[in-house]
């Protein structure tokens, strides 16, 4: 904890993609979506603030000037940097590379994907998970190769993390894309992200954890989130759900 009572954790929003998948549906960045009239950036900073996090890092790229006025109208109460990764319409990776010098800070790291709406229990979960590194699954997987597959094998180790696993377990589930770091991890990562950066910058994020999580799988855990409502934002079908099947669910809950 730091001397504020706040918790010494850096959250790193990944929120530079276009967004093309959704058409005309999107007007700007995706994480200034609004659903009940808060944009998903509003309720990423709600769920962060009501944690503790004391920082927030934004990697942006695509319309950056929405979302620094979009943080000078918001006013979170914790400190907001952002750092601009000019190749943001090549793989995710390339943000995680960018947001470098946070991953090497010496601070535990949250990774969070941009484009998603969520129960903010989820972030408790995520920060709490007793592993040193921790990731969030819902077991309730959608078929199809667009969800990222947490693959265990029959003690609960993870065995594989990929859109099209090479080894599926015995069991598995889609991860939310939301991710806790101990501070050698979170440096370990920055190294991965910048090799792919170099060799493979069209790869996703996800294959810089997926090094790290074969190499040493007794490092990271699973925080189980199937019983909490949430959705990722890549289509049109995705904003529908969002409103008409998630959001009333967190309205409940507010």
């Known amino acids: 904890m730091s001397q504020n009572g706040n918790l010494a954790v850096t959250a790193i929003l990944l929120v ?21 009239g808060r944009s998903l950036l509003a309720r990423h900073f709600d769920a962060l603030a009501a944690c503790g996090v004391d920082e927030v890092v934004m990697v942006v790229g695509f319309e950056a000037g929405q979302l620094e006025t979009a943080v000078r109208r918001l006013d979170p109460p914790f400190k907001v940097r952002m750092l601009t990764n000019p190749r943001f319409t090549e793989g995710s990776v390339v943000s995680m590379a960018t947001a ?64 099209k696993p090479e080894n599926p377990g015995v069991r598995h589930g889609e991860s939310v894309g939301f991710f806790r770091f101990s501070p050698a991890t979170a440096a370990a990562l920055a ?41 990722e934002i890549d289509f049109m079908e995705d904003v529908v759900r969002a409103r008409e099947v998630i959001l009333p669910q967190l309205e409940v809950l507010a």
Request: proline fraction near 6%; charged fraction near 35%; charge should be negative.
């Open 191 to 231: 190294e991965r992200a910048d090799w792919y950066t170099a060799h493979a910058p069209a790869l996703e994020y996800e294959e810089a954890i997926r090094d790290l999580m074969l190499a040493e799988p007794d490092r990271f855990g699973a925080g189980d989130v199937t019983d909490l409502p949430w959705t």
């Open 16 to 36: 530079a993609g276009i967004g093309r998948r959704l058409g005309q549906a999107r007007p700007g960045p995706k994480v200034l979506l609004e659903f009940g």
């Open 100 to 163: 470098g010098e946070v991953l090497r800070s010496g601070r535990t790291v949250l990774l969070m994907d941009g484009d998603v709406l969520y129960d903010p229990r989820m972030l408790r979960r995520l920060i709490e998970g007793r592993a040193e590194n921790t990731l969030l699954v819902d077991r309730e997987l959608d078929p199809g190769d667009e969800p990222v597959k947490v693959c265990f094998d029959q003690a609960g180790a993870i065995v594989d993390f990929r859109k």
